[in-house]
């Protein structure tokens, strides 16, 4: 079953979701397939297709990948960096909205070896010193289809959240997923599981005008 969301609601509420993830409740594999044809459907530069996509519905390969989530991402983050960082937000209600997500990641952190299971969206070959123009073309494709899996799970009443840490120990991730690392570059690691109710709402965003420059800059 879907949720039915219409385009324009699905892509106002598709969230990052942290605290609202079930990591009691497995996620049907079923789903997750209907997600990754839906993701294949996006455009992609060229029409190379040259994208991978790696899911794990695994207990012990998703705790391991967790655990790496977590021992990075808690060990960047502290008390000391979160204080710094806040300080440099002038703006009370973005800095409250910040130490809020912040405190929702520092959740995720702590359970994400819990999650029932993982969506690794990955490229075909390594970028590491390529041309600008080239790691445009690359990026772009698969981080739209990624995008696809994340709206299409959203539809499926499954949570998501786009993280990158883990790519600090990519190798060790590419071992336990088995993934070439030599031939194939990850690009994010995401959780996905069931959300605790499907409620969202579209998310607070500093004014229109600062970001948006019609007919130029």
């Not at 397939?33 to 530069?45: I, M, N, S």
């Not at 790696?54 to 502290?78: F, K, N």
């Not at 060790?172 to 031939?183: M, Q, S, T, W």
């Amino acid at each position: 079953m879907t949720l039915s969301l219409g385009v324009d609601e699905a892509l106002a509420t598709t969230r990052a979701v942290r605290r609202r993830l079930d990591f009691d409740r497995p996620v049907n594999e079923t789903l997750l397939q209907e997600c990754l044809e839906l993701a294949l459907q996006a455009p992609t530069g060229s029409l190379r297709q040259d994208w991978h996509f790696v899911v794990s519905t695994d207990p012990e390969q998703c705790q391991a990948v967790g655990a790496i989530y977590q021992e990075v991402w808690l060990g960047r983050i502290d008390d000391n960096y979160l204080a710094k960082a806040a300080a440099a937000e002038n703006d009370a209600t973005a800095r409250a909205d910040w130490l809020r997500m912040m405190d929702s990641a520092r959740y995720l952190a702590e359970n994400f070896p819990r999650t029932p299971a993982i969506f690794v969206p990955c490229i075909e070959g390594r970028l590491d010193g390529a041309p600008a123009g080239l790691q445009a073309l690359r990026w772009g494709s698969v981080i739209q289809a990624a995008w696809s899996f994340c709206l299409a799970a959203r539809n499926r009443g499954l949570g998501t959240c786009w993280t990158t840490v883990h790519l600090a120990r990519e190798q060790e991730v590419a071992e336990i997923l088995g993934i070439p690392y030599d031939d194939v570059q990850q690009v994010a690691l995401l959780p996905v599981a069931h959300t605790i109710g499907t409620d969202f709402k579209p998310g607070r965003r500093k004014p229109f005008d600062d970001f948006v420059h019609m007919n130029g800059w």
